[in-house]
């Protein structure tokens, strides 16, 4: 079977859409998933997004997202604008990590990603503790806070987030027993009230240009933390986005995103 994909892109985090809302895809599989993701072998992405009709009809239709290892996971922000443009209108998206609101804007999008969850049930960790100010280090990386936006996320503040060895210690905290669904890993600098430089080892991935949940989290433990103010712009190696956190405990992310191209492929070749 031929099948149609969508390349996209948000701040460099890279995405192949398959949109199965009108039906006909097979059953996309984990295994399927990754060998598509693959750089070599496969179209190549961090994230294979599948879009489909939502049975329940409490939304307008269903974002289901893998990482590049195939598996499936609740939540991606940078993914979102790019559907929001691709969609070309508002639209409310249902996700495993929970209903988001997109709001297409010029050259990207503005999406509504829900509330922030702090308990250490809901990040998950493995056992009991403060998740603002957590009593553990690997290495030089000290101190963390840990936030749920729909999927996992554990931050770290350090003084130069650039010389941080994120590549070696990112996989190993990823895999960490006190991380049981494993962790997205985030290392940020705060520059000044209101801008935060943030580099992020993603989980089932490894080093994106971007991550828009990451920005999301990193900025909520932030405030959290008193130490920018509610509406902040996160700085990634592939650009900005903007991040408020609202008095009625929504998270609203901006930023752009981008189609690169559009191409086919045989399902039998990855299947
Ligand atoms: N790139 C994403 C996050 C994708 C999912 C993440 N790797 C996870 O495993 O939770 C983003 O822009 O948020």
């Known amino acids: 079977m031929r099948v149609s994909f969508t390349k996209m892109h948000g701040l460099g985090n890279d995405f192949v859409i398959l949109d199965n809302r009108n039906g006909g895809l097979p059953e996309l599989t984990n295994a399927v998933a990754a060998a598509l993701a693959n750089r070599t072998t496969g179209i190549g992405c961090d994230q294979l997004i599948l879009l489909e009709n939502d049975e329940s009809g409490d939304s307008d239709f269903r974002m ?5 290892d195939g598996s499936e996971v609740e939540a991606c922000g940078n993914a979102s604008r ?11 998206v249902a996700t495993d990590g929970g209903l988001i609101a997109l709001e297409p804007a010029e050259g990207g999008a503005r999406v509504d990603m829900g509330t922030p969850r702090f308990e250490w049930q809901d990040i998950p960790l493995a056992y009991a503790m403060d998740t603002l100010s957590m009593p553990v280090a690997w290495g030089p990386l000290e101190n963390p806070a840990a936030v749920n936006v729909g999927n996992p996320h ?12 994120l590549d070696v210690l990112g996989p190993e905290i990823e895999h960490d027993p006190l991380f049981p669904d494993r962790i ?26 971007a991550c828009g949940t990451g920005a999301c989290a990193t900025a909520i433990a932030a405030m959290r933390r008193g130490l920018v103010e509610r509406n902040v712009t996160v700085a990634l190696p ?23 191209f559009v191409g086919t492929f045989e399902w039998s070749d990855f299947a």
């Open 184 to 209: 997205n890993v985030n290392v940020a600098t705060i520059e000044d009230r209101t801008n935060i430089r943030l580099r992020v080892w993603e989980r089932g991935v490894g080093l994106t240009r």
């Open 238 to 260: 592939g650009g900005p986005l903007q991040i408020e956190w609202t008095k009625d405990n929504r998270i609203l992310m901006t930023g752009p995103a981008t189609l690169s």
């Open 64 to 68: 289901r997202i893998f990482n590049a």
């Open 82 to 92: 790019a559907v929001a443009l691709l969609h070309g209108e508002s639209a409310r």
């Open 154 to 165: 554990v931050i770290f503040f350090t003084d130069d987030t650039d010389v941080v060895e």
